[in-house]
Each structure stands twice: as structure tokens, then as C-alpha cells.
């Protein structure tokens, strides 16, 4: 109806309309479906086509995690086969999340306006064909191009599938299928390393682990295309009638809130410190294990390291969730104190990992599990959090924002910082070493210099990388405090959205009865309604 159309203003105020004071009892009769059973909702009330689009949106999140983390199963042998230093090797990754963050806010502002369908198949479509391409590349620098291009693929899909998942439920029921979606993530990442390390050994290059990817994101354009759902913005909430204001007051308005920020703060260090780990962790490890002399083969250590991390995201991302559930009717600031707590918990773990590699394998990858469970807890939360703080026709420029800041200070540059920082720690260190273990002949003015031994080399090259890696865990430690200083505004935020959105099907209901029966309302009054949260 034209009527139920909201008119873009300063404050996206609701058509001014003459009603009256209506009828208590004739207006409970047309008080269709106020439905609030949506909050109640269990597995068993989820629709068919809803469990069908769910599981398209957990595909696609699942091969988008397992292309990123490819790269990283096969490092070692690009940087052997390109001739690149760790400095180089780290930039592969950063430039893919340099794109991958650019790109971000321009699809969540387009997923707030237009088909997010076709939107994702485009985006999915684009970087199969670009991963694809760059397993050609023999050249370091046209590599680097198409790693890059991977990034804006996949920024379409990471900025607009949690903003489906929101208008296709609401309350609890919205949690737990956000944490099946992120549950995704770390068994992709598991898998990207399990497939790339095994795919290279089983054709003996590195180029074909980059081919098994494309393949299934080309069947996900399919199914993304014919099988997706694409419900209104707001439908769950039962706001499908918002319009979209503009893009400057839509980021004016997310700026404001607090928990927002907060909550984007903590997850750009919990990006960062994933980034790092993900990135370096096998090549450290190896480097850890040829220390120990033990025998272990070099080629199992991504396979292991992908395994790890799988399992501790298999129990962690749906703890997190499970776990904010069960709290929250209890603690209503649970979801800012899990993944705080959390973050603070995760620090020791890493540590120690980083710590034992030399000494202990076995004890490394066991700390390393913990770590990241512990970090796996704030995936599906942080989205949750984000969510139902902000309002529905603004969720996509949301995601778009956050993945552009915790991206851009997190796993965007932490890859490459890891990397120059254990190419300058090696510098000073293998200058300690010529220090100690070089001699000078005066002989015939001949100046001879005996460099460190191999061992030295090898050991020099492992604490360099170890010293590197030790920032995660300053960095885990300030993401506590952000999310900790979340909980102070959280349910602030949260209570705002729901009253505004509230406001806005009051306004709706009472058009709709205006429309049907004007004689039910006495003492004219203007009715307003305002979508600045902020007020």
C-alpha cells in the first residue's frame, strides 16, 4: 500500500498522517499477526526452503574460508618455486585482504538496495575464475594481482550472507543458524590447508591445490542462483516495508553506536591475531619440528595443523553460541563478557604454543587447539551482536564497515607485519651471530669473514619468526578490553533497535487500520516515526 511507504528525510520519518484515536476492542479484532512466535521458534518450526537456503549460505561460506587458507597449506613450496622471502609470502595474503576490505562497504551498500542473490553468485563467480587463473602464474607479481582479485569476490558473499540469515530469523533460533554459518569458517580453513598441502603432494605442485576451489564455486553460483531464498529486508522482524535512506546517514548512524564500534574494535584483534596464526603457523611449526630433529615429516605438519584447527572450531563456534544462549535470560551482557573472557583465555594458550614449538610438537598443537577454541568462541557472536544493534535496512552497510575495519587493522596487515618483523629479527640476530662467530685475519690486508653454521642459520630463522608471532598475544589481550568496555553499552543499543522497530510496526498497524476503517479513530493527532536509533 503507498501508504505503508516511509519518506526519506532527515530522520526517515513515516508519511505524516491525520488518525484518530481508535477503538480498543475493534482493534484487537484487526490485529492480524502481530507475530511474535518468531522469538519462540525451534529447529522443527524451520521451513524446508529455509533449512535449503541455510545450507546454500554454509556451502558457499564453506569454500570461501577453504580457497583463502589454500595458499597457506602450499606457502613453503610458493615461496621455494617463486623465490620470495617472508616478507613477500606475507603480502599474498594481505594484498588478497587489502581488496577483500576495500570492496566491502561498496557491496554492503549495494546488499542493502539491490538482489543480494545475484549479487553473491557474481561475487562467487569472480573469484572462482580469478583463484582458477592465478594457479597458471609462474610470476610472483601477476600472482600477487590475482590473489588480490580473489578478495573482491569474496567480499560480496562475506558483507551480504549474514544480513539473509537475519531476515530469515530472529531471536535464538537467529543465533544458532549464525552458528552453523560461522561453524563454516574454521572447518573451511581446516580443510583449505588438508586439501592444499595434500593435493600439491598427490600431483607435485603447488598450482593444483589452487584448482580444486574453482570447481565448487562454480556449482555454488548454481545453487546460489536457483536455490537461495531471498527474503524482504526486516521480514523477520516484521519491518519489510523500511526503505533505505542514504548511504552518508546509514554510516553516520552505525559511527554512533557504541556497541558497534566496541564490538568491531575486539574483532579486528581477534582478526588479527587468526590472520597471523593461520598464515605463519604451519611454516613455524616445520621450522619448530626440523629444530627438534625427531624425525617428523615436514609435509604432514599443514595437514595436522588443518586438523587442529577444524576441530577446535567445531567445538568452538557453536559454544560461543550455545553458551550466550543459555546466559542470556540470566546476564544480559553475556555476549561483550564471552567474547572477552575469551580473547583474555585464548592469550596463555598461544603462547605456549609459540613457546613449545621447539621443544614439543605434540604439546605445541595442543595449545594451539585451545587458543584457537577459545578464539573461535566470538565468531557467530560478534555477527550476532551486530545484528541486533543495528537496523534491519542498514545491516549490509554494517558488514560492510566492520569487515573494512577489522580487516584493514587486523588480518589485512598482520600476515605481512608477522613477515617483516621476522625478516628484521633475523637481521639483528644473525648479526649477533657474526659478532660472536666471526673471525678477522689481517693477512696480506685480506679481511675473511666466517659466517654462522647452518644450525645457527636454522635456529635464528625459527626465533625470528617466534618473535614476530609473539605480538598475537599483546594483541588478543586489547581485544578483551574492547569487548569488555562493549558490555557497558550492549544492552543499551540492543533495547533502542528493538523500540524503534516496534515504533515502526505500531505506525504500519495503525495505517493499516486508518486505511480499513477511518471512523475508529477520534481526536485528531499526527503520528511520527523516526529510524534514528540514536535518539
Known amino acids: 500500500m503507498p501508504s505503508e511507504k516511509l519518506e526519506k528525510s532527515s530522520n526517515f520519518v513515516l508519511k505524516k498522517l491525520n488518525i484518530m484515536e481508535q477503538n480498543n476492542s475493534q482493534a484487537e479484532l484487526v490485529r492480524e499477526s502481530e507475530d511474535n512466535s518468531e522469538h519462540e521458534r525451534s529447529w522443527r518450526d524451520v521451513k524446508l526452503t529455509e533449512w535449503i537456503s541455510v545450507s546454500v549460505l554454509c556451502y558457499v561460506n564453506l569454500i570461501n574460508y577453504m580457497d583463502r587458507f589454500t595458499v597457506a597449506g602450499v606457502l613453503e613450496n610458493i615461496q621455494t618455486d617463486l623465490k620470495v622471502n617472508n616478507d613477500k609470502g606475507g603480502l599474498l595474503q594481505t594484498a588478497f585482504i587489502v581488496f577483500y576490505m576495500a570492496f566491502g562497504p561498496l557491496f554492503g551498500y549495494l546488499g542493502d538496495r539491490y538482489s543480494r542473490r545475484w549479487l553473491m553468485a557474481f561475487g562467487v563467480a569472480l573469484w572462482s575464475l580469478t583463484t582458477l587463473c592465478g594457479s597458471f602464474m609462474t610470476n610472483y607479481w601477476w600472482f600477487l594481482l590475482f ?72 556449482l555454488a553460483v548454481f545453487v546460489i542462483i536457483v536455490f537461495l531464498q531471498e527474503p524482504e529486508r526486516g521480514a523477520s522482524e516484521g519491518s519489510g516495508h523500511m526503505e533505505a535512506s542514504s548511504w552518508i546517514q546509514d554510516v553516520n548512524e552505525i559511527i554512533k553506536c557504541k556497541s558497534f564500534m566496541l564490538s568491531t574494535a575486539g574483532f579486528t584483534c581477534v582478526a588479527f591475531v587468526a590472520g597471523a596464526l593461520a598464515w605463519w603457523g604451519p611454516k613455524f611449526i616445520e621450522k619448530g619440528v626440523a629444530l627438534q630433529g625427531n624425525g617428523d615429516g615436514d609435509d604432514t605438519i599443514a595437514f595436522r595443523f588443518g586438523i587442529v584447527a577444524m576441530i577446535s572450531g567445531l567445538v568452538g563456534v557453536p559454544a560461543g553460541s550455545m553458551l550466550a544462549q543459555h546466559l542470556r535470560p540470566r546476564i544480559r551482557r553475556i555476549d561483550a563478557y564471552i567474547c572477552g573472557i575469551g580473547l583474555l583465555a585464548s592469550c596463555p594458550f598461544i603462547f605456549l604454543a609459540i613457546f613449545a614449538a621447539k621443544f614439543s610438537t605434540t604439546l605445541c598443537f595442543t595449545m594451539v587447539f585451545f587458543g584457537e577454541l577459545f578464539l573461535n568462541l566470538t565468531w557467530s557472536i560478534v555477527a550476532d551482536i551486530l545484528l541486533y544493534v543495528i537496523m534491519p535496512i542498514r545491516r549490509s552497510t554494517a558488514e560492510g564497515f566492520q569487515l573494512l575495519l577489522s580487516h584493514a587493522l587486523g588480518d589485512a596487515g598482520s600476515p605481512y607485519l608477522v613477515g617483516v618483523l621476522s625478516e628484521a629479527f633475523l637481521i639483528m640476530l644473525n648479526g649477533d651471530s657474526d659478532s660472536t662467530a666471526t673471525t678477522t685475519e689481517l693477512t696480506n690486508s685480506t679481511v675473511t669473514t666466517i659466517s654462522p653454521s647452518a644450525s645457527e642459520a636454522a635456529v635464528n630463522e625459527f626465533k625470528s619468526l617466534q618473535y614476530a608471532l609473539f605480538t598475537t598475544c599483546f594483541v588478543e589481550i586489547l581485544g578483551s578490553l574492547f569487548f569488555l568496555l562493549n558490555a557497558l553499552y550492549i544492552v543499551e543499543d540492543k533495547e533502542r533497535v528493538e523500540r524503534a522497530i516496534h515504533e515502526f510496526n505500531e505506525a504500519q498497524e495503525n495505517v493499516y487500520l486508518f486505511e480499513r476503517d477511518p471512523q475508529l479513530y477520534r481526536n485528531p493527532k499526527r503520528f511520527y516515526f523516526s529510524m534514528d536509533t540514536n535518539k
Not at 582479485?149 to 537475519?166: D, F, K, R
Open 147 to 218: 590473489r588480490a582479485m580473489v578478495g573482491i569476490g569474496e567480499a560480496s558473499y562475506s558483507t551480504i550472507a549474514p544480513t539473509i540469515l537475519s531476515d530469515l530469523f530472529v531471536g535464538n533460533i537467529r543465533s544458532k543458524m549464525l552458528a552453523l554459518f560461522y561453524f563454516a569458517i574454521p572447518v573451511g580453513s581446516g580443510l583449505g590447508y588438508i586439501v592444499g598441502a595434500e593435493t600439491a603432494k598427490l600431483f607435485g605442485s603447488w598450482h593444483w591445490a589452487l584448482r580444486v576451489t574453482p570447481g565448487l564455486g562454480l
